[in-house]
């Protein structure tokens, strides 16, 4: 009899036993399984935006009437663009760089040289002030999907503006408009360019005129 009673005591701990393990494995699968969800969520959430972000890129670079200033490592950029005339300004500590350009000739203005360069060719219009992207450009989902595996999506707020950081790694970093996709930041290989400034359809008619080149010796080069 008490031998009964022990062989069901073991028994009766074998199932203890295994029914404890497989709540401890239906735990561990259930907390797998929430990681995998939430890797997929976040995933799915950066691709969403970088993707959304290439959108809003095409959108932008097709713009013709805008102003856009810029801070880099080494001097400030302005780009004016109305319509097939551009000008895009280059001021440094030594020198202010002008680049006239319409979809007919280009011209390249060197201040401190009162130089002025005229460049006849086909591809003029190529000179003409864009709205710039990222290099972490995609053509479709699949590559965002791609892209968002290699970075790390946070906030931050630059000069006032809520923005996504696009952390690739330390050399490349990108900071998007939240509310626009707008770049307004970008850190690459060591440099750093910023919008500080920016507008789109007010650039009117005497924001690019040609400059006044009285003073400039002028140098004619064909292509």
């Given at each position: ?67 856009a200033k810029f801070q880099t490592d080494k001097d400030i950029q302005e ?76 906030s931050e707020n630059i000069n006032g503006q809520d923005c996504y950081k ?58």
């Amino acid at each position: 009899m008490m031998y009964n009673k022990v062989i069901n005591k073991d028994i009766t701990e074998e199932k203890g036993e295994l029914e404890m393990k497989k709540k401890i494995l239906k735990m561990i699968f259930i907390i797998i399984l929430i990681i995998v969800i939430i890797f997929l969520i976040n995933l799915f959430r950066k691709a969403i935006i970088i993707n959304e972000y290439a959108k809003k890129l095409d959108e932008y670079q097709k713009q013709t009437n805008f102003y856009a200033k810029f801070q880099t490592d080494k001097d400030i950029q302005e780009m004016w663009r109305k319509d097939n005339i551009g000008i895009t300004k280059y001021t440094s500590e030594n020198d202010i760089r002008t680049i006239y350009a319409t979809s007919n000739e280009t011209w390249m203005i060197f201040n401190s040289k009162k130089i002025a360069q005229k460049f006849e060719n086909q591809n003029a219009g190529a000179f003409l002030p864009i709205i710039e992207g990222a290099t972490l450009y995609t053509d479709n989902f699949g590559q965002a999907l791609q892209m968002a595996l290699k970075s790390q999506i946070t906030s931050e707020n630059i000069n006032g503006q809520d923005c996504y950081k696009i952390y690739i790694d330390e050399d490349f970093q990108v900071f998007i408009n939240k509310e626009n996709y707008l770049k307004i930041k970008e850190i690459n290989s060591g440099s750093t360019r910023e919008l500080i400034e920016y507008s789109f359809g007010t650039v009117k008619d005497d924001d690019v005129k040609m400059p006044n080149l009285d003073e400039y010796e002028i140098e004619e080069i064909k292509e």
